[in-house]
């Protein structure tokens, strides 16, 4: 477990606590790059997760992908917004990362689920059928059981993504979060996520599922019917799905 080993399975080697990065992410959150403002006259950003040092012995016998993932992610800072343009960077991370990826999505830190996700909507159109298939199945595991609400509907969507239908059940329940999208920028709601990634892999729109306002609850329930009638019925046609 080198990633754990490097940079805590709870993220709070020097940096804050689990606990208190889960309570301000879900005040001042920026998609895809989520971060709470540091204040004006505020000592120096602290970092996410500690500051390993990459001449460690866990770090000598690293692969590239494992050094990558380190280095980007012990870059993270509180308060620091462009900090966390560096998950770009794993992007390029080929499907021998794959194993690294499944272990980073399994750490207690939100931000660490977070570009674990962010590098699968990449990784996972690159690897073999058999790690395709255990991305898989912990993404359903996320979408499903996170405590993260802003997390599970990511990981909904990358099921979605993948063709999967299992995606569609977490995703519809999320059209009734209305809290601000985990590490989204612009910020934006999590209901608003879901309901584009409904559409975009549905191909079916029945209208905002909510505004600023709150919740459309006539959109929400049209989309509760509609999985009702046509999940036993859906195929996957490529980029979307259609009914057979």
């Known amino acids: 477990l080198l990633l ?3 940079l805590g399975d709870a993220g709070a080697q020097g940096g804050a606590s689990n606990q208190s990065l889960q309570k301000q992410a879900q005040g001042n959150v920026s ?25 460690t012995s866990a770090l000598k016998n690293a692969t590239p992908s494992q050094k ?13 917004e462009e900090s966390l343009d560096r998950v770009d960077e794993l992007l390029a991370l080929g499907p021998e990362s794959a194993d690294d990826l499944l272990e980073l999505s399994r ?6 689920k977070w ?47 993948l063709g999967q239908k299992s995606g569609f059940e977490p995703v519809i329940l999320s059209l009734n979060e209305t809290n601000e999208l985990f590490a989204s920028q612009p910020p934006r709601a999590i209901c608003t996520w879901a309901d584009y ?6 191909g079916q729109n ?18 509760e019917n509609w999985w009702t009638e046509n999940k036993d019925a859906l195929q996957w046609n490529g980029t979307g799905f259609s009914v057979k």
């Open 4 to 6: 754990a080993g490097c």
């Open 31 to 55: 998609d895809g790059k989520a971060v709470p403002q540091a204040k004006a006259g505020a000592p120096p950003a602290a970092p996410i997760f500690g500051s390993p040092l990459m001449d």
């Open 68 to 80: 990558l993932i380190v280095q980007v992610l012990s870059s993270y800072r509180l308060g620091d």
């Open 107 to 112: 750490n207690n830190n939100p931000y660490a």
């Open 115 to 161: 570009s674990a996700l962010y590098a699968f909507s990449v990784v996972s159109h690159k690897v073999d059928e058999g790690q395709r298939q255990k991305i898989i199945q912990r993404l359903e595991q996320m979408a499903q059981n996170d405590a993260e609400p802003g997390l599970r509907v990511r990981a909904g969507s990358l099921l979605l993504s």
């Open 197 to 202: 990634s409904l559409q975009t892999y549905s």
């Open 206 to 223: 029945f209208g905002p599922a909510c505004t600023r306002n709150g919740r459309m609850d006539d959109s929400i329930q049209k989309w």
